[in-house]
């Protein structure tokens, strides 16, 4: 039977596990960029961004084929899987001798994201039924991203007493070992709960879940677009801001805390953001988490204080709270149960791939124009996407307005 209370212990141990899962990427956030540098010797903004490249085509690509494995095998197959892709990346990026190395290591690294993090949010979606999905969804989310933060502070802490190479990625041994063998011993699988939910489930079934996911239905479409430019803002963060802060005269330690505390307030603030979407209007939550991201990252391109700095991570995280379950929570309300897993899987497709183009572009700008234009034009590409979600989106058009029930023309 569906239901958090119900299955609270196998819920608690899919949270644990996407924890580890998140603290496996949290190792790079904070140091990548200037490992890169001071390590292997690169400079350009463009190649630099290549480790973003990889890991976001791998981990899209790997999120769109767990819609098709979980037509043939189960969740928790999927999920250990996820996690033999992950034994690897650390010790790729302990020995690495050359950047070759660290670009094969983010292609597993992408893998391990993107099959461990898919059958997470999917087992829990499975487990507790339509009541309180947007809570289960910030947990979810809140687990993962609270120690990506955490990781990217850890990361930095080693960087600053051992240097960049070596000593940082050794954590990154622990966390897939206890996650692969949590999996393994203690996790079960949940597809039998979809079985039961399609049974009674009065959502439609999608004529054609791609279209529909990517673009043609209103709210899918809206959240998918807005999902990629959020991701693609996160990648530009991820890859140009240490540099930039570099750049500015700030030192590990203080870089390591700004890159720590944005993901840390977006893991954080999803215990609030999530449950909030399950009783008020998505659309508007979306929109002001979206104009918000756009805010903290001009601020973060113009400031030159550690307060201002730590304000705009703040303030960028807690946009994203705002966002990140919503998006989910949004996908499995208007998906039939039997299509759920499908339709995740496009709209996360689409999502990560956003770090691919955050990369690229933010690259090449960079290069072109300066880090602090290229982070202007990437807050501007965000806030329209917000305004795009405001305009499509079906709900009341009042800010934070009690939702209404509502089919979205296509």
């Not at 940082?168 to 622990?174: Q, T």
Request: glycine share 10%; proline share 3%.
């Amino acid at each position: 039977m569906q239901g958090l209370n119900k299955n609270r212990y196998q819920f608690a141990l899919l949270v644990l596990v996407n924890a580890f899962v998140g603290a496996m990427v949290g190792l790079e956030r904070s140091i990548m960029p200037n490992f890169g540098k001071v390590e292997f010797g690169i400079n350009a903004n463009t190649a630099l961004m290549s480790f973003i490249i990889a890991f976001g085509l791998s981990k899209s690509l790997s999120n769109y084929a767990v819609a098709e494995l979980s037509k043939k095998f189960s969740r928790k197959t999927i999920l250990i899987t996820g996690w033999i892709a992950a034994l690897p990346v650390p010790f790729l990026l302990m020995y690495a001798p050359n950047w070759n190395w660290v670009i094969a290591a983010n292609i597993l690294l992408g893998i391990n994201q993107g099959l461990a993090w898919s059958s997470t949010v999917i087992m829990k979606i499975d487990l507790v039924g339509s009541k309180d999905r947007g809570l289960a969804m910030g947990i979810n989310e809140f687990a993962g991203y609270l120690s990506v933060g955490l990781a990217a502070w850890l990361a930095s802490s080693i960087a600053m007493d051992y240097g960049y190479a070596y000593f940082p990625f050794i954590p990154g041994i622990i966390f897939s070992v206890i996650g692969l063998l949590t999996t393994i011993f203690l996790v079960k699988d949940t597809s039998h709960f979809v079985h039961a939910e399609s049974l009674t489930s009065k959502v439609p079934m999608l004529s054609n879940i791609w279209k529909e996911t990517t673009w043609k239905h209103r709210n899918l479409g809206s959240v998918s677009l807005n999902g990629l430019v959020n991701n693609l803002n996160d990648g530009v963060v991820w890859g140009l801001m240490p540099v930039l802060l570099m750049q500015k005269g700030f030192g590990i330690a203080q870089i390591g805390i700004i890159a720590g505390i944005y993901p840390a307030v977006w893991g954080i603030s999803q215990l609030i953001t999530g449950k909030l979407g399950d009783s008020y209007c998505k659309k508007q939550i979306i929109t002001s988490g979206m104009l918000l991201q756009a805010l903290a990252i001009i601020v973060m391109a113009i400031a030159g204080s550690m307060s201002l700095l730590i304000l705009a991570s703040v303030l960028l995280g807690l946009g994203t709270a705002l966002v990140y379950p919503n998006f989910l929570s949004v996908i499995a309300e208007w998906t039939h149960p039997a299509q759920r897993a499908e339709s995740l899987s496009i709209f996360r497709l689409w999502r990560d791939s956003g770090y691919v183009f955050g990369a690229v572009l933010s690259g090449i700008l960079a290069d072109l124009f300066g880090i602090t234009n290229a982070l202007f034009i990437v807050a501007l590409i965000t806030a329209v996407a917000g305004m795009i979600a405001n305009k499509r989106m079906c709900c009341s058009n009042k800010i934070f307005w009690k939702s209404e029930s509502c089919v979205p023309a296509y």
